[in-house]
């Protein structure tokens, strides 16, 4: 139940309303119904005034003007008709619509994020003020839920900022800053936090005496004026933009881009109108289900400690000991750098220790608006990377992580040399992606502050960690993972420990089946064509080269000695790294790599390798490749949950999502699963029982299907 002061108002002036957004009870104003109400319940108040000459609206939590809406009354709501669907849209538009009927002018005052619902409240002020703060961001992330904004966000966007960039801004779901939201005309000005309020009253005062509010309101009544040339244009390339970007898989966006073209030439209360009844085709589609499901997950996921005993409080990490400065090890000494934690990174090399140092500061000081890094940004963060020679300086760390050669007489060497230098509170970390974190910790005096932080590469770009679990690693050491993965910006899944961990167990049958596709006879063409319809980010070929085939022969080698009945080392793959074909770098593999594009062509070379491997040759369709790829994986999963290497089923979907670009609009593996159904599964199984255990139900799906259940049932963290 929402606390009444979840909305106040209040008078900072005889003249001049407040209405401040403040729901104790959440650390983020959302716009739930009882909100919206309270918010309605001010505005009649304020109608009856005669004496004011100004609203401003604002919040009193830091970093957050309104978060959006309430997603979990979306869900409940998924039942609704059409009809009802649009009825509840037109109703918080006709709410935030008052705003502008006000007989005086309303200035939004915005500190912090200022996102969906919330923005939407926000351009049906006459102004909008924003403070200087970085984390302070306007934008319309609905597309992202597979729907667009609903409260007249189509409507009101296009015809204050223009409509090409209420197209780009409502079609690409992105946020955007303060400056940059000042240059659209999204924000009338960027003032200081402290001078926030201040401004926002002064802004009302002008507005009152010049009363240009009033013309504003009128024209972003009416329809948009633009020449049938501009319109063509802005039609065709946004299409193709979005086309390029969504491969028709997302249908929000598209939606959205053909709502406001064909709405622009209306008044917009008539547009608003339109909005509510598109916004009812989307919701509670299939990709708007998967989507919603996905921001459960991430929100889950933030709230989620990694362990169950709540009472236990991670340990502070404040510097950070990186060992390896290759690739991996200088990413992940950037992403703590970019936190502005200190950094110590060592390498056994010295040309590659200064050349990781350097990669390090340069990616952390890197800006989005220069594309490159800031001088400001370098000369804040140089001071904070130490670079050492001597393993000595490790004994000043919270935590050291080892990312050096997978090799586990070396790693282990390396740990027990370290561990005696560390403090006894500090954390101790492997960032390996296949060596069992229970061996490695054989042998240390404190094995239970030692885990696995697995990142993944590119470590800029990839959201995901892994935190792997040994059965000696306390609870502590695992909430100060956690936090620490956390505290980066990433999404940290706990793992217990066992060959391949989670991402790479789970993509190890779906490379294992690709591979004998090939072998069937299949064309790369066709696998890697089945596997991006479904959704996937590149096709298994593709994915192949661009890891490395001698990396993905060791990742086989290692789950085929830890599971012979269900898989096998590829001969294909023996027979290409034998003949120095390991993918993109080095210029071939499955493909063959002629120029620095990273587009691979067909090679004859590879066919001849392939030709004698070929038994039985096939013919198989589309479905059938997607059945062979990913029921496996599906059977694979179910496994993982019988032996209780992860806590939650859903973290087996938020591992596939970010670890390897799983397609969010199915909504993550086991999500997609049981939209077709557990009983439904056994039956798609059976045609394919003859290839083995591989194929072969597993007592979990089994009993899951025998009773009708889904694997969400399982849920077992809330």
Partial sequence: MTDASAVQLSFPQPDIALITFDDPEKGANILSRGVMDQFAAHLDTLSKRTDLVGLVVGSAKPGVFIAGADIREFVSATANTKAQTAATSNRGRELFQRIGQLPFPSVAAINGLCLGGGAELAVWCDRRLMTNDAKSQIGFPEVKLGIFPGWGGTARVPRIVGLGNAVELITSGESIGSLAAVRMGLITDVVPADRLLESAIALVRAETKSGDYRKDRERWHGPIVMSPTEFAFLEATATAVIMQQTKGQYPAPMAALKLMLATSSLDATAASEREAAGVAELFGSPVSQALINVFFLTDRNKKDLGIDNRSVTPRSIKSVGVVGAGI???????????????????????AALTAGVRTAIEEAAFDKATRGPTTERVLKLAPLMNEIVDEQEFSRCDLVIEAIVENEAIKREFHSRVEALLPATATLASNTSAISIGRLAEGLKRPENFCGIHFFNPVRKMALVEVIRAPQTSDETVATAVAFAKGLGKNPIVVNDGPGFLVNRLLSPYMNETLALLTQGIPIKAVDGAAKAFGMPMGPITLCDVVGLDTSLFAGRVMAEAYPDRFLSSPLM????KAGRLGQKSGAGFFVYRDKSGRGDPDPAFDAILAPLITNPQTMDAETLTLRMFLPMVLEATRILQE????????????????????PFKGGLLFWADTIGTPKIVELLKPFESLGERYRPTPLLLELAAAGRRFYDLNTTR
């Fill in 328 to 350: 991996m090890g200088s990413g992940i000494a950037a992403a703590c750098l970019k936190r502005e934690l200190m950094v110590s990174l060592a390498d056994a090399r010295p």
């Fill in 574 to 577: 023996e027979a290409l790294v």
């Fill in 644 to 663: 209780k290497k992860v806590r939650d089923p859903r973290d087996v979907d938020l591992g596939l999502i970010f670890g390897v670009g799983f397609p």
